[in-house]
């Protein structure tokens, strides 16, 4: 089965940074979509951005400017940046990956998450 590992999450204070890598191991063909999502207690679960095969992101408005996503394809990691965190900031990070497993099989992973906390 493909993994999805996050890591980097942590205890940060209003207006510091973070940087969370999410790595995709197992089989597969290639990584095709890889996205961000957030889910704080109490909260649905939202999209935070994601980055395509070719490199093009998106991002919520909630983010934008604030957050930017990128990804090795030769690690098979994608990445978020994170500068001026905010309090509403901390949730739970998913790394949510669309994975090409063979000439007609695309399956969607989620990794188990890293917590974020923002607070002073």
């Known amino acids: 089965q493909v993994q999805l590992v996050e890591s ?13 890598s999410c790595a995709v191991s197992g089989r597969f063909l290639s990584v095709d979509t890889m996205n961000w999502y957030r889910q704080a207690p109490g909260k649905q679960r939202e999209l935070v951005g994601g980055i395509s095969s070719g490199g093009s ?4 408005d ?11 394809n030769d690690k098979n990691t ?3 940046e994170m500068n ?7 949730a739970v990070y998913l ?3 669309y994975v090409l497993r063979g000439w ?6 989620w990794g188990h998450g890293t917590k974020v906390t923002v607070s002073s």
């Open 8 to 20: 980097g999450g942590g205890l940060v204070q209003p207006g510091g940074s973070l940087r969370l």
């Open 57 to 60: 992101t998106n991002y919520a």
């Open 62 to 72: 909630s983010v934008k400017g604030r957050f930017t996503i990128s990804r090795d």
């Open 78 to 80: 994608v990445y978020l």
């Open 84 to 90: 001026s965190l905010k309090p509403e900031d901390t």
């Open 95 to 97: 790394c949510n990956v």
């Open 104 to 109: 007609n099989r695309r399956d969607v992973y």
